[in-house]
Each structure stands twice: as C-alpha cells, then as structure tokens.
C-alpha cells in the first residue's frame, strides 16, 4: 500500500484501456508493484481521456494487444491515513454496494407510478384555490382543473385518483344527507371523470365529515356520542350514490363499527357486486390531518374523533380491525398517517394476503414541501425516500399528495 503512494491514478486508470498492469500476489500483504507494459495506442486513447471504440478494441485484439487487468491494488487513503493489516472478514456487505449496477441488481422494494393514487379536492367553483397549509395543492374547480390536472398525472402513468369534496355550509346538516345525493358534488364530478377518461380508477371517500354540519364522520347524538349503526346506515346510502354514478373503489374513511360488511351487503343488493371496498382499517386519530381540515374546513365543531379513529399508542389493535375488516369483505387494508406508522404497515402485511394501502396524508406532505421550501431538506429526495420507505414497510399502494410529481420523477420528466 505504501508503495502504491508513488503511482499516480487518473479516473481512466480503473477503465479497460489501463496501459499500466500491477502484479501482486495475494499471500504478500503489502503487494509488489511492477510496471510491466504502457502499449502506445492504448496510452494514448487513456493520454486523451477518451475511451476506445468498439472497432479500436476489437483491432487491438486481433492484433493481440489485449487490455491488461485492473490494477489489483488500490489508491492510497490521505495522508495521515493508518497503515494497518486488513481484518479478517467473511463477510463485508458492501461488496454488493459498491457500483451502481450491483445496488440496482440487489435492491429490494421498487416504486412505480402504478403504486400511486392521487387525491384531488375538488369544488364547486370554476376557479382553483391555493390551500395555504398545502403549497403545491389547490381545491380544483371540478369542470376544469380537476380534468387539467386528472390528464397531467395520467402523462406521468399516474391513473388511479380518489375524490374529496369542499361542501359549501348551506348543504351541511347534523345528518349529512347531501352524501347520497345523486347529483351531489362527488358523483357528478365521478360521471364527469369516467366520461372524459373511462379507463381511470376511482376511489371515493366513505364518511359524512365533508357534509356534516359537526364536522363528524358521523351524526353526532345531543350528549355528543357519534352514532354507529345510524351512521352505517347513511354511509351505505353514500357508498351506493359513488357506485351508482360510476366509482370503482369506495373507501370508507369512518371507522364506524361493521361499516364494511354493511356495505358490501348494500352494494351487491344493489348490484354493484365489482365494486371494490378499501377499508381504512387502521386509521389514527392523528394531528397529521390538520392541513386536510383546513383544505376541506371540515374541522370537527366540537370535541377530537378520538371515539372512533385508532389511540396513535396502539398496535395490536390494528390486527383487532383488519380481522374485521377482512371478514367483512374488504378487498383493500389501509393505515393513515404513512411514514409514522410503517410499522402498522408491516404489521397488516404480514398478517393479510389482501393488498395493503398506506395514505401519506396532508400533515406529512405538509411537513417535507416546508421543509423543502426552507432549504433545510432537499425536497424532491426526501419525498422519493418517504415513498419508498411506505412501500418498504409492505405498501402496495400509497395514496399521496405527491404522486403526480414523484411519478414524474420516476417517469424522468419534472413536473410543474
Ligand atoms: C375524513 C378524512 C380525513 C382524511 C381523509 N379522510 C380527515 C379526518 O379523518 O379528519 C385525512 C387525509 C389527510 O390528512 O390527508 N374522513
């Protein structure tokens, strides 16, 4: 290794065309260096920086100019570096690190714009609206920049999108009605969608939060208890309503007792036996909603939804709500928040067959667009890491506020 210290490495030196060949014998610690030949024609390709062409290194060939070995002996570390006897180890894991080849050989968990589902608010107005906790997102007017944005993130392969509607205060009531309507928000702007691009999948949002006047998923009794039965009973209306108008996925968001079974029961009496039900089945009372709240104003009146949405200490629980859910008929399992509860992930992962969903909500994106705008993280890399690290825990499918500009990423276009 000291001795390599007389020898200069230019970048080429790990190239083909290495006019310099190094013998050393793997018993000597410390190898013995021999110049042994510098051929001109290579010399002078390595001289010029440039590599040999195919035709170059086939002529040299025949003429029995074969390019030496690399050399088997490294640069030497900075001054100062210690000299010291290698360590006798079986195993250094690195070796399957060390070129970009190897790293994307061996890695394990991918990420695709197929993985992706994008949630879209939408509005009544024509115009859309800046939400200011969610730079980057907007409450879209649902006859135009919605149908702007649906065909921006299908260039980017990004096809499946789930709905979330701002419901003016006049249409609120303690019993959310206007969930069911027919000619509702939601399912028009599902016939709009399906109409415009038939192939999209469509997943709605199941709970009566947007169209309560409490801000509750569901009615909320005169001691303040959110009613469950009752509730089921008007999110099978709600789900039937996005069936009807042409949803392929109704995701029940609520966290009411039996609400899956329920439904499954009230879509396929309707007919709908193709429509598929995501359950949020391990969905948090979580602080990482808060800028969803804003977007929507569909903060709760009064009180948090700790009766119903999971205590964020609990883990076992989760397995308590996927077995429900699973017996019920779901076809989807989701947890929400995402990154903070990639163990819930894994947990749900290794004890369902079904697919898994992880929703890496508004707080979360929040978090890392201010960050990214503070120059305080590098955006767009920790947007990418989050993603991959929601699919490393088990995620098949993650819905993301990011998905149109991380899939543009993948796909190698930037997105505005
Ligand atoms: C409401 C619902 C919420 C979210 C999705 N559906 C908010 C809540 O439960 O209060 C949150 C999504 C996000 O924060 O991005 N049923």
Same mark, same amino acid.
């Given at each position: 290794?000291?001795l ?7 970048p080429?030196?790990?190239?083909v ?10 018993a ?16 002078s ?9 195919l035709?170059?290194? /086939? +002529?040299?060939?025949v003429? *029995?100019?074969? $390019? ?5 002996? @490294?640069?030497?570390? #900075? ?7 290698p ?7 690195r ?21 992706f ?17 969610m ?16 065909y921006k ?14 419901i003016?205060d ?6 959310g009605? /206007? +969930?069911y309507?027919?000619? *509702?928000?939601v $399912? ?5 969608? @399906?109409?415009?691009f #038939?192939?999209?999948?469509?997943y709605?949002?199941v709970?009566?939060?947007p169209?309560?006047s ?5 009615i ?5 208890v959110i009613?469950n039965d009752?509730?089921?009973h ?7 309503s ?18 899956v079974?329920?439904?499954r ?7 709908f ?26 903060n ?7 009766t ?7 883990y076992?629980e ?11 008929g ?7 928040p995402?990154?903070?509860y ?12 079904l697919?898994i ?16 705008v ?9 947007m990418m ?14 819905l ?6 991380a899939a ?5 276009v930037?997105?505005?």
């Amino acid at each position: 290794m000291a001795l390599a210290s007389s020898i200069f490495f230019s970048p080429a030196a790990n190239a083909v065309t290495v006019p310099i060949r190094f013998t050393a014998t793997a018993a000597t610690p410390t190898p013995r260096l021999v110049l042994v030949r510098a051929n001109n024609a290579s010399a002078s390709a390595s001289a010029s920086g440039r590599t040999r062409t195919l035709e170059e290194c /086939e +002529a040299a060939a025949v003429a *029995g100019n074969f $390019p030496a070995p690399p050399p088997h002996s @490294k640069p030497p570390g #900075p001054k100062g570096t210690p000299l010291i006897k290698p360590l006798d180890l079986t195993r250094r894991p690195r070796r399957n690190r060390k070129s970009p080849t190897l790293r994307s050989a061996f890695q394990e968990t991918t990420l695709s714009p197929a993985n992706f589902v994008l949630p879209l608010f939408i509005h009544e107005g024509e115009e859309d609206a800046p939400i200011g906790a969610m730079p980057g997102c907007f409450r879209l007017g649902w006859r135009h920049g919605l149908i702007d944005e649906v065909y921006k993130a299908r260039d980017v392969g990004v096809n499946s999108f789930v709905l979330f509607p701002k419901i003016p205060d006049a249409l609120k009531s303690p019993t959310g009605d /206007e +969930a069911y309507n027919d000619n *509702g928000l939601v $399912p028009r702007t599902i016939r709009l969608l @399906k109409d415009k691009f #038939p192939d999209i999948v469509i997943y709605t949002d199941v709970a009566l939060d947007p169209y309560s006047s409490d801000g509750h998923d569901g009615i909320v009794r005169e001691d303040g208890v959110i009613m469950n039965d009752e509730t089921v009973h008007q999110l099978c209306k709600q789900a039937v309503s996005q069936a009807r108008a042409g949803a392929d996925v109704v995701s029940p968001s609520d966290m009411m007792d039996g609400r899956v079974g329920a439904l499954r029961a009230a879509l396929d009496a309707e007919g709908f036996h193709d429509v598929s039900i995501m359950s949020y089945t391990a969905k948090y009372a979580s602080a990482f909603y808060g800028p969803f709240r804003e977007a929507l104003d569909s903060n709760p009146r009064f009180g948090d939804k700790k009766t119903y949405q999971m205590n964020p200490a609990n883990y076992r629980e989760a397995l308590i709500e996927a077995e429900a859910d699973e017996a019920e008929g779901a076809d989807i399992l989701l947890v929400k928040p995402g990154l903070p509860y990639t163990d819930v992930i894994r947990l749900l992962r290794d004890n369902s067959a079904l697919p898994i969903a992880a929703y890496q909500v508004s707080g979360e994106y929040s978090m890392i667009k201010a960050a990214g705008v503070l120059k305080m993280i590098d955006e767009e890399r920790v947007m990418m890491e989050s993603l991959m690290c929601i699919r490393r825990a088990g995620a098949d499918i993650i819905l993301s506020y990011f998905a149109r500009q991380a899939a543009g990423i993948l796909c190698g276009v930037k997105s505005n």
